[in-house]
């Protein structure tokens, strides 16, 4: 596997359901992010994992929950999820400050919830 | 408050044409700046960046960027547009003092053959 892959590629949840997205990156990095993309929208960041920093963004309802347990794998662990929570959720990761800062994705998950 | 703005919602152009797809920014002290495209049902690809130095940026896939300070502007550019290069594009700043990216709205570039 090289770059950033994500699991699973799709997922239908129901309101009540818990499940979890995962990210694992190849690149050696040491920062990973979590994204939302909704249409007509901006990308809205959720979560950042660095060495520099670890970032919540207010706000992002409490039934998103991320887990970062080395600097490889990153988690989005859902849970009572709302239908407008439906979208895809990218991953990134980037290497900083060295790196130069620019983030590589991987594929993402379509999300739907019902 | 920083920020980023693609002021146009769709660009399109004919193959072979010059393409250009507009990013204005606004922040604080030196920005960052970055292009990234998205193809269908893919994440988001990068492009090329500005950090400092010459104002024009090459990129991959022949696409380049033309940072100008006083407009605070950083214009995608591509001399001969390809059908291939039709796709979702966004503008991108780093956020002062920290590694996360601010994204534009993005543009959808349609190149007709």
């Known amino acids: 596997e090289t770059g950033v892959t994500q699991t699973p590629r799709h997922l239908v949840m129901g309101m009540t359901n818990k499940k979890s997205l995962k990210c694992e990156q190849h690149l050696g990095h040491n920062a990973m992010y979590w994204y939302k993309q909704s249409a007509k929208k901006p990308l809205e960041l959720m979560f950042v994992?660095?060495?520099?920093?670890?970032?919540e963004n207010n706000s992002v309802p409490s039934r998103f929950s991320p887990e970062c347990p080395n600097s490889s794998h990153l988690f989005l662990h859902l849970h009572t999820l709302q239908p407008e929570d439906s979208a895809l959720y990218l991953c990134?990761?980037?290497?900083?400050?060295?790196?130069?800062?620019?983030?590589?994705f991987g594929p993402g998950t379509r999300l739907t919830v019902t | 408050a920083q920020s980023v703005a693609q002021p146009e919602d769709q660009v399109n152009v004919a193959e072979g044409n010059p393409l250009t797809v507009k990013c204005t920014y606004s922040?604080?002290?030196?920005?960052?700046l970055f292009w990234y495209v998205q193809y269908p049902n893919r994440g988001l690809q990068f492009l090329l960046k500005?950090?400092?130095?010459?104002?024009l940026v090459k990129g991959s896939y022949g696409f380049e960027a033309e940072f100008n300070k006083s407009q605070t502007s950083f214009h995608l550019k591509k001399p001969s547009a390809l059908v291939s290069d039709s796709a979702l594009y966004f503008c991108?700043?780093?956020?002062?003092?920290?590694?996360?990216?601010?994204f534009g709205k993005g543009t959808t570039l349609s190149v007709s053959s």
């Open positions: 994992y660095s060495l520099e920093e670890r970032v």
């Open positions: 990134a990761s980037s290497q900083v400050p060295a790196g130069g800062y620019e983030q590589y």
């Open positions: 991108a700043v780093r956020i002062p003092a920290g590694t996360a990216l601010i």
């Open positions: 922040v604080s002290g030196n920005p960052y």
């Open positions: 500005y950090i400092t130095g010459d104002n």
